[in-house]
């Protein structure tokens, strides 16, 4: 992947509508919505739209080997976590990805807690959290289309820091790599990622292309 | 036949056959996985050659030189190797392979990131790495030039430019759709094109990524407006995995049988991308073999594009707005912004106006004491990203017109190119080059035309002169000059008559910045509404204007709606039934929440119930009004609601913005009662005093603050710490309030072990009070290994909270 993560300065995506809705507790099912109730919702949506700025990193880095639940790479990295190492076991390569939703959206999110508005706090909140989710997607689906024409695939899975056995304190592996720093986020010194809408990943790179028929 | 004029005359009578997919071709040759293409190919140059080969006996009339990723960033990749001296070989290889017996393409890919203002890379270095690869395939032979498999527009208007800039050889430029319709970054088939064949390309198409049968679509969409010859190259179908492998499952026969339905879309270069093989293309050849060319005509249209969105700008459609307030010109806030650099006035004058009803958006960047070329340039980055509307360049100065064309990823227009001379050719040239639109000013920089045969005259020499430029009347867009009234009384009538001559007679689209006409003029709102609809009715295609000015906006909806420019008033019904809809809809809430008969304490349930905190102060005091004590409003209006409020929330028929729309509601409720209540002597009993906090080392907050709402809703005092608290704190706090409840809020595994520690800290320092827990990992087995209690959300925790506080009385 050369010297340094691709950056993606601009990730734009459709807002996925049903997502906020399902995060914030709508059921087809049973929720009742009025009609000025949705259009006071969706105009906010559509305010929250303009304020999410997603941007994101990815880099390639090779495996140098294994050793157990530890998967080492090529830069002298060290991922422990025993669903890692299994996700990766025929992986050649590991794909860092790392998204954020920006500061913006966040400063307007505390004014409005701030201020009392936390109707609208809420909103916000849910629309940055899926459209970070999504920006993931949106790497993802990027980097594995410019694999596949190198005929190489991504794991359809993918893990983060403080998810399963792959412990928090590898985010600062993953912020370090992916430069996130230029994206505008830090990390604390509990690893935890600000702007708070900034998620990391890890996929693995494997696999061949061939012609059917 | 070789050069862009041969290839031209020859694509008038006949197809022409691409090659197909090279990576394959060569794996299957021996280059391993994770090969560099470019550098095993020079390494194995009999394979590549024998690759070419095959593409030509199956029938290809140009094969792709193999430099798909022969740009400095990729090669970098591989240890770095000269891109000049790879693309030159490699486009000697090609035509060693071919000879004349047909064309060679330099095939040009992406680097693999993304270019500003999408990406990181500078868009002059993108340009730069692009013509280090023109420069070695033109050293090697090419005879024109493919840019493939584009998903960034800025990416592809950079390898564009860079061939434009050293040759005139003909340029295909083909981008890669998803099966979504657009490009990863969000670029529709039609933007593209306009953005494409305007900027210079001699055929734009779409590559890989989807079979066939997902590009017709794409090619419909592309062909009414496309000057120049389509390109397909699909993939052998949609790419499936089997035993973890990825495979293109399309045959030949199945691939080739979409190559007529192609032609009879207008295309004229058909090939194949990832999972073809010379068998797809021979195949293909035999289907297409004396197909006769679609004679493809085109919509007359002008056209402009943003990176994700196309206006047309139809003779006989809905005027279209150009939203003017993106100006510093009497803007303090706007000027000091952009005096510092920061573009957040500048975002949000775009969102608004939009949002409002424009359709594009002015830009402009003049006043004193600012790098007007650099501002300029700025503002148009921010707002490519920031915004679908294409963009309007308005400037008095060549060199930032330049600047902002150069680096705008669509088909903006320019404000403005008038006739005088010194700039003239200069403005014409830059037009020209970048492929833009202009406004035409009928001016000469001499004698200010009163007149509108004297305009006219102007149109026609300025006109004349961009015809030398290749310009056509759907091209330029004409302002026939707005005066003010108050100086001539027969200001208006001349521009009206000068813009309906334009668009009666000279046939061109026209403009105008209607609200000159009322300058000096009391209540200018009501001249400038007249004008518009008087201007639209003599055939105004676009108006300058503030689309905030609701008026205006209203009169332009209307007048459409009058000049049959809205077919059954669609537009126009939905503009105004949306605002009706929401006031009656407003009124109507509470109403709807408890029957039509609604009393004022019934109301002041309804509007809890609702969420209706705008309408809540004045029902309260209808309420008070008529009679109803406070204390009643709160214990048989407010608290009822709110309970019920929860009741449906734990039923799932409310989701959580009604539930905090209800506790807000409510909470504005009690600020105007609380201070009454004290006044008449009566105190609304406080059920308790909670200290909460989000746990130190989380930021946190949201949850916190909810279940912070609803505590105060329903009778206790909350102490907030905020979030990220540390546990001496929390327990100074504890120490100094006497709460009757410690709340804990944490979202990470990692941070709710913290909520064990201010336990431990808690009992340690002898504060006996419960603790209460939640947060999204946190669960009730936790909270019971801590000795907490446990609530999942805001409306649990009020029942917890009350139970607790009841329960601690009982034993007291």
């Known amino acids: 992947m050369g010297t340094g993560p691709v950056f993606f300065r601009a990730i734009r995506i459709e807002m996925p509508v049903p997502a906020v809705y399902r995060r914030l507790g709508f059921r087809t099912a049973s929720t009742c919505v009025t009609a000025a109730q949705k259009a006071g919702i969706d105009q906010v949506l559509d305010e929250a739209a303009s304020l999410v700025e997603l941007q994101g990193s990815a880099l390639i880095i090779p495996v140098r080997g294994r050793q157990g639940e530890e998967t080492i790479l090529q830069t002298g990295d060290v991922l422990k976590s025993a669903k890692l190492a299994k996700m990766l076991d025929d992986a050649g390569e590991v794909l860092f990805m790392g998204a954020t939703a920006g500061q913006r959206i966040m400063e307007e999110i505390a004014r409005d807690s701030s201020s009392e508005n936390l109707s609208r706090a809420v909103l916000l909140d849910a629309v940055a959290s899926e459209m970070t989710d999504k920006a993931l997607d949106w790497i993802s689906e990027y980097m594995g289309a410019v694999l596949r024409r190198t005929g190489k695939i991504l794991t359809s899975r993918r893990f983060s820091a403080g998810y399963g056995d792959l412990g928090l304190e590898n985010q600062k592996i993953m912020y370090e790599r992916l430069r996130m720093a230029e994206l505008g986020v830090v990390l604390t010194d509990s690893f935890i990622l600000v702007p708070e809408k900034s998620v990391t990943a890890i996929a693995g790179i494997r696999g061949n292309v061939r012609q059917g028929t | ?812």
Not at chain 2, 121 to 144: C, T
Not at chain 2, 725 to 737: F, G, Q, S, Y
Request: net charge negative.
């Open chain 2, 1 to 812: 036949m070789k050069d862009r004029d041969g290839i031209r005359s020859r694509l008038a009578s006949g197809l022409f056959i691409l090659d197909g997919a090279a990576g394959t071709q060569l794996q299957a040759r021996g280059m391993p996985s994770g090969a560099c293409p470019e550098l095993w190919c020079l390494e194995n140059p009999e394979a590549v050659k024998a690759v070419h080969r095959d593409y030509l006996q199956a029938g290809a009339d140009v094969v792709y030189t193999c430099t798909f990723g022969g740009n400095r960033f990729k090669l970098s990749e591989y240890g770095g190797a000269n891109a000049f001296e790879v693309n030159r070989d490699l486009a000697i290889l090609a035509r060693q392979a071919v000879g004349d017996a047909c064309l060679v393409a330099g095939d040009i890919g992406p680097t693999g990131r993304f270019i500003e203002p999408f990406g990181d890379i500078p868009f002059e270095e993108a340009v730069a790495a692009f013509k280090e690869q023109v420069r070695g395939l033109l050293e090697g032979g090419v005879d024109l030039f493919a840019i493939e498999t584009m998903v960034d527009i800025q990416e592809a208007r950079a390898a564009l430019i860079a061939v434009r800039e050293l040759t005139s050889a003909f340029t295909i430029v083909t981008m890669t759709f998803e099966s979504s319709g657009r490009t990863l970054n969000g670029t529709d088939p039609l933007s593209a094109l306009v953005t494409l064949q305007s900027l210079g390309a001699d055929a734009v198409g779409c590559n890989c990524s989807t079979g066939p049968e997902e590009m017709i679509p794409l090619i419909r969409a592309m062909a009414p407006y496309a000057r120049v010859p389509l390109v397909v190259k699909p993939n052998a179908g949609l790419p499936a995995l089997v035993d973890g492998e990825t495979v293109f499952p399309m045959s030949p026969d199945a691939f080739s049988g979409f190559g007529r339905e192609f032609v009879s879309l207008g295309v004229n270069f058909l090939g194949g991308c990832c999972g073809t093989t010379p068998a797809h293309i021979r195949d293909l050849k035999e289907k297409t073999r004396g197909v006769p060319v679609k004679e493809r005509g085109y919509a007359v249209s002008g056209t402009l594009s943003s990176s994700r969105k196309t206006v047309l700008l139809r003779q006989g459609g809905p005027l279209l707005i150009i939203g003017e307030r993106i100006n510093p010109t009497g803007k303090k806030d706007l000027q000091a912004e952009l005096a510092q650099g920061r573009m957040a006035l500048v975002k949000r004058f775009a969102q608004e106006q939009v949002r409002n009803g424009a359709d594009l958006l002015d830009v402009n960047a003049g006043m004193p004491g600012i790098d007007e070329v650099g501002t300029l340039k700025e503002m148009v980055k921010v707002l490519s990203v920031s915004s679908d509307a294409p963009l309007c360049i308005d400037s008095p100065i060549p060199e930032a017109i330049e600047a902002a064309l150069r680096i705008y990823p669509g088909r903006a227009l320019i404000n403005s190119i008038s006739g005088e001379e010194g700039k003239l050719d200069k403005l014409l040239e830059l037009a020209s080059r970048y492929g833009a639109m202009f406004i035409l000013l009928p001016l000469t920089g001499r004698k200010l035309p009163r007149k509108a045969h004297e305009r006219q005259a102007i149109v026609e020499e300025v006109y004349e002169r961009a015809s030398r430029y290749g310009f056509t009347k759907d091209d330029i867009v004409v302002d026939a000059l707005t005066m003010a009234v108050s100086a001539d009384g027969s200001a208006a009538l001349e521009t009206l008559a000068a813009t309906r001559w334009c668009a009666e007679v000279f046939g061109a689209r026209t403009v105008l910045g209607l609200s000159n006409v009322s300058f000096g003029l009391p209540e200018r709102k009501w001249i400038n509404a007249a004008f518009l609809a008087m201007a639209s009715a003599g055939g105004l295609t676009l108006a300058i204007a503030n689309p905030m000015n609701e008026e205006f906006m209203h009169v332009k909806r209307a007048s459409d709606v009058l000049l049959n420019r809205d077919p059954e008033a669609r537009a126009y019904i939905a503009h105004v039934g949306k605002q009706q809809e929401g006031i009656v809809t407003q009124k109507g809430s509470s109403a709807q929440a408890v029957g039509q008969a609604a009393t004022p304490l019934e109301r002041v349930y309804g509007a809890v119930l609702d969420g209706s905190r705008g309408e809540i102060a004045d029902l309260i005091e209808q309420a008070l009004s008529g009679g109803v004590p406070c204390q009643k409003i709160i214990d048989e209006g407010m608290i009822p609601a709110i309970k019920e409020v929860g009741t449906r929330y734990e039923k799932k028929i409310y989701f959580l913005p009604q539930l905090i729309a209800s506790a807000e509601a409510m909470k504005s409720g009690f600020e105007i009662l609380e201070p009454l209540l004290k006044q008449e002597g009566g105190i609304s009993a406080r059920k308790g005093r909670v200290v909460l906090a989000t746990v130190q080392g989380d930021i946190h907050d949201i949850g916190k603050n909810i279940v912070s709402l609803m505590l105060k809703n329903n009778g206790f005092d909350v102490i907030d710490l905020g979030k990220d608290v540390p546990h001496e704190d929390i327990v100074a706090a504890a120490l100094r309030h006497k709460p009757h409840i410690i709340g804990l809020s944490a979202l990470m595994t990692t941070t709710m072990v913290r909520m064990k520690e201010v336990v431990e800290e808690v009992r340690k320092r002898g504060i006996t009070c419960p603790v209460l827990i939640g947060g999204a990992v946190v669960t009730k087995a936790f909270a019971d290994t801590i000795g907490a209690h446990y609530a999942r959300d805001g409306v649990e925790a009020v029942k917890i909270a009350q139970s607790l506080v009841e329960g601690a009385r009982a034993i007291s």
